[in-house]
């Protein structure tokens, strides 16, 4: 699986936009991008996940460059309830039978 | 939206007794998984399962766990002779499985169980 890397932490404050971006150097050809939320004591939470270009859901849009080196997961007016850790994972999630290899995480802290 | 649920929430046990820890997949879900977080640390893959036998496991899963699909709708993990270091939040995903080029399947995970070894 392709390493990632993210930041270990943001701050932002209500009704802002926050982006996290995610870089993953060593993608390989079949490798979607994935994103996970994980609040305290809970499982984490699917996202959002893309292969190229944007994808948007009700929830975040996830932008790929063209060379699918980075991923930027942007989350529109943030609330206090999303603050939580989000993860960037990379791998062959096509097939769905892959384990998943969770990093740290960017722990996102939302103020009022 | 379908959930996979787990039970119990919290399960407190004496070190070298045996638990086991249940999960209900989302129904049509094909591939199951367990994973483990130790407080404070990362989420760690312990074993997939497909097709009514183990298709993956990591390091950690050693002989003192098991796995299994008992009916068609439940998923358990049994840990033997428990100890200190396995107290940890056990995590259930299921995924829908395999898709074509243009389908993610995403893992979709419970809530946990937390496991804490006296």
């Known amino acids: 699986l392709a390493k990632t890397t993210q930041p270990i932490s943001m701050d932002s404050y209500e009704g802002q936009e926050v982006n996290i971006t995610c870089s993953h150097n060593?993608?390989?050809?079949?490798?979607?991008i994935t994103w996970y939320q994980q609040f305290p004591s809970q499982g984490p939470r699917f996202i959002i996940q893309?292969?190229?270009t944007k994808v948007t859901n009700e929830v975040a849009s996830l932008f790929i460059p063209a060379d699918r080196k980075s991923s930027t997961l942007s989350l529109p007016r943030v609330s206090l309830s999303d603050t939580a850790v989000y993860y960037c994972?990379?791998?062959?999630?096509?097939?769905?039978?892959?384990?998943?290899?969770f990093g740290s995480g960017t722990r996102l802290q939302v103020q009022p | 939206e379908p959930e996979v649920t787990q039970t119990p929430s919290h399960q407190v046990t004496q070190m070298g007794q045996e638990v086991i820890l249940r999960c209900v997949p989302i129904?049509?879900?094909?591939?199951f998984y367990w994973y483990r977080q130790i407080l404070g640390q990362k989420v760690e893959f312990l074993v997939s399962?497909?097709?009514?036998?183990?298709?993956?496991k990591s390091e950690i899963f050693d002989d003192q766990f098991s796995v299994e699909r008992p009916d068609g709708s439940n998923f358990t993990l049994k840990i033997r002779s428990t100890k200190l270091e396995d107290s940890a939040m056990y995590f259930c995903?299921?995924?829908?499985?395999?898709?074509?080029?243009?389908?993610?399947?995403?893992?979709?995970f419970g809530d946990g169980t937390r496991l804490s070894i006296l």
């Open positions: 995903a299921s995924s829908k499985g395999q898709g074509n080029k243009n389908s993610n399947q995403p893992q979709h």
């Open positions: 060593n993608i390989a050809t079949n490798d979607y």
């Open positions: 893309g292969y190229k």
């Open positions: 994972l990379v791998g062959d999630m096509g097939t769905g039978r892959r384990a998943l290899t």
């Open positions: 129904s049509n879900h094909l591939y």
């Open positions: 399962f497909y097709n009514n036998e183990i298709s993956e």
